[in-house]
């Protein structure tokens, strides 16, 4: 029997551009919705943890269990392992492999969690199905998802609605969905979850000072045309290349703004098995 593998295309890849901002992330700002049902002895899968910030973190409120980050993407793990042994944690490992058909055994986790991964992959419901199985009996699925049609901004710039309407058409051609973090409760029940087990909340990140706004325009500005997103924005036929450096002018201007302000929303899931 063959494997089930990912379908869809990564949107962002993993340039610079777009390790810059998972770098920032950490489980205070972006899995606190998850951070108050974790004990100290939990047994932790974090699936698609990229540069590992947030994994490391989980692995601080467990010192009597163990993490697991899982990635794909192999290359972006000695990131990950690095930051752990940067800040000396020993019960974390990282593993390369692919959430749509997990190797564990069905009830090996207390917790299995997800950050910014449903919106990317081809078959999010399949992803959720197989985080249920791996996860134990009364244990917890977390997810935390942001929607590109939540996103909002200050000033209305000329061409910041191009943009993301451009980011959404890409997604989508790639194989994901960017509005996701409104459909990850629905998603959950298709996955075997009760509606009675499902906890919703959300949140946002904003930036409004004048580091946060060149920090984040500059590498929006970048990822438009250096990431993965430009070679699938033009093999998509979403935009020329010439387009793609118009957006990432836009960027530039907006983050000029004085009074520049952008927060993402974001979707959050927990479920109990």
């Known amino acids: 029997m063959s494997r089930k593998t990912e379908n869809a295309t990564y949107t962002h890849g993993h340039h610079a551009s777009v390790l810059r901002s998972h770098t920032w992330r950490t489980a205070k700002n972006s899995a606190a919705y998850l951070l108050p049902h974790i004990k100290p002895d939990m ?5 698609g943890c990229g540069p590992g910030t947030i994994t490391v973190d989980l692995a601080t409120h467990v010192p009597q269990g163990r ?6 993407a192999a290359g972006v793990l000695d990131q990950a392992r690095a930051v752990a042994e940067e800040r000396g944690l020993q019960n974390i490992h990282f593993v390369t492999g692919d959430a749509n058909e997990l190797t564990y055994p069905d009830d090996s986790f207390d917790v299995v969690l997800c950050h910014q991964v449903l919106q990317h992959v081809k078959d999010p419901v399949g992803v959720l199905r197989e985080m249920r199985r791996v996860v134990k009996r009364g244990g917890i699925v977390g997810a ?9 901004w200050f000033p209305e710039v000329e061409g910041m609605g191009d943009w993301l309407a451009l980011y959404r058409k890409v997604a989508r051609a790639n194989g994901g969905e960017p509005d996701a973090g409104r459909m990850m409760h629905a998603w959950a029940k298709r996955a075997g979850f009760p509606a009675a087990s499902i906890t919703c909340s959300a949140s946002s990140w904003c930036y409004n000072t004048r ?7 500059d590498l929006w ?4 045309v250096a990431s993965s997103f430009a070679d699938t924005a033009v093999a998509a036929k979403a935009a020329t290349r ?14 000029q703004e004085d009074d520049a302000w952008f927060s993402v929303l974001s979707g959050e899931i927990l479920c109990r098995k």
């Not at 935390?144 to 909002?152: I, K, L, P, W």
């Not at 580091?211 to 325009?217: Q, R």
């Not at 500005?221 to 438009?224: D, I, K, N, V």
């Open 211 to 217: 580091e946060e706004i060149a920090w984040w325009s």
């Open 221 to 224: 500005s970048e990822r438009t």
């Open 43 to 47: 047994v932790v899968l974090d699936i």
């Open 144 to 152: 935390r998802e942001s929607d590109y049609g939540s996103f909002a």
């Open 242 to 255: 010439e387009e793609l450096e118009a957006v990432a002018r836009t960027w530039q201007r907006w983050g």
């Open 67 to 72: 993490v697991i980050g899982l990635e794909r």
